[in-house]
């Protein structure tokens, strides 16, 4: 029987501390999992610029010392618990990040959120837009003050509406297993619709996004905006990880800056893994009886 392959992991990073914030992350949630890491430097004026997400202005200079950079960030790698190479890209730009992605095909990409004094917060949403359009892997956002070590609490947010996971997705769920942390499926709702509830439980199930997991429970709340719900949900279960779902008819189109996934990222206290995934054909679909179920966005 065929070995899986490796697991590997796109971290976006430069040279600043602050970027590097989010390999320390990855570094171990890679070494629990024997992932590898690729961190990767993309210079100024692409549109996943790496000094955005860091809150430091763009210094030329760093353009020209493409060897001292490659040497700094070789110097990092080598002091990190998982394997870990160095690759240093002039541009980050759609046709690039989809070549980077074929040739590694990782798991996910990892990038920090800054401080919102570094970065504003709407600027940061899109630059995660465009680039979950080019790669359409999954993306976990790391903010600032995250302490480097696994998950051991996931939050999982599902509306009323069935879903499917693309081939993609396989290395997040291999992720799950190995770590094995205690899952949590939440709903949020406008209204007391227990049918709600239970089809978007049963929506995460359908999907096999949990199938094998040793723990796994659901709740639901009650809350006018959802984003209100999940961000009291990660605190009432003490989740260290949010996992997102998101439809193509929202990262493909013009939804996605101002709908509920935008918000988490915005104003998460812990890690959010945003997963994206497709309409489903094995069940017709629901339509929400609130506006408040539809949260898959």
């Known amino acids: 029987m065929k070995a899986p392959r490796q697991l590997s992991f796109i971290v976006l990073t430069s040279v600043?501390?602050?970027?590097?914030?989010?390999?320390?992350?990855?570094?171990?949630?890679?070494?629990?999992?024997?992932?590898?890491?690729?961190?990767?430097?993309?210079?100024?004026?692409?549109?996943?610029?790496?000094?955005?997400?860091?809150?430091?202005s763009w210094?030329?200079?760093?353009?020209?010392?493409?060897?001292?950079?490659?040497?700094?960030?070789?110097?990092?790698?080598?002091?990190?618990?998982?394997?870990?190479?160095?690759?240093?890209l002039p541009h980050l730009l759609p046709a690039a990040a989809r070549a980077l992605t074929r040739q590694h095909r990782p798991a996910l990409v990892v990038v920090e959120r800054p401080a919102a004094d570094a970065a504003p917060p709407d600027q940061v949403s899109l630059m995660l837009l465009e680039l979950l359009r080019a790669v359409q892997l999954p993306l976990l956002l790391v903010p600032h003050t995250t302490a480097p070590a696994p998950p051991q609490r996931v939050l999982i947010a599902a509306d009323s509406e069935p879903f499917a996971l693309p081939p993609a997705i396989n290395g997040v769920k291999r992720l799950l297993h190995q770590l094995a942390p205690h899952v949590t499926i939440v709903h949020i709702s406008g209204t007391e619709a227990d049918e709600n509830y239970a089809r978007a439980k049963h929506a995460v199930e359908l999907s096999g996004l949990t199938t094998g997991l040793p723990d796994v429970a659901s709740r639901g709340y009650q809350y006018a905006r959802p984003a209100d719900g999940i961000l009291a949900a990660i605190h009432d279960v003490g989740a260290d990880l949010v996992l997102l779902l998101a439809r193509?008819?929202?990262?493909?189109?013009?939804?996605f800056p101002h709908s509920v996934t935008a918000e988490v990222l915005r104003r998460s206290p812990v890690p959010v893994l945003i997963v994206p995934a497709a309409e489903s054909t094995a069940a017709p679909r629901h339509e929400a009886h609130h506006a408040a179920d539809n949260i898959l966005v």
């Open 16 to 56: 600043y501390s602050e970027a590097q914030r989010a390999v320390l992350y990855a570094d171990e949630l890679a070494g629990g999992v024997g992932a590898h890491l690729l961190l990767l430097h993309a210079n100024h004026g692409s549109f996943c610029d790496p000094h955005i997400f860091t809150g430091e």
């Open 59 to 88: 210094r030329p200079q760093e353009l020209a010392d493409a060897p001292g950079i490659k040497a700094r960030l070789t110097q990092l790698a080598g002091q990190l618990r998982a394997p870990a190479t160095v690759a240093l």
């Open 248 to 255: 193509p008819r929202s990262y493909l189109g013009e939804v």
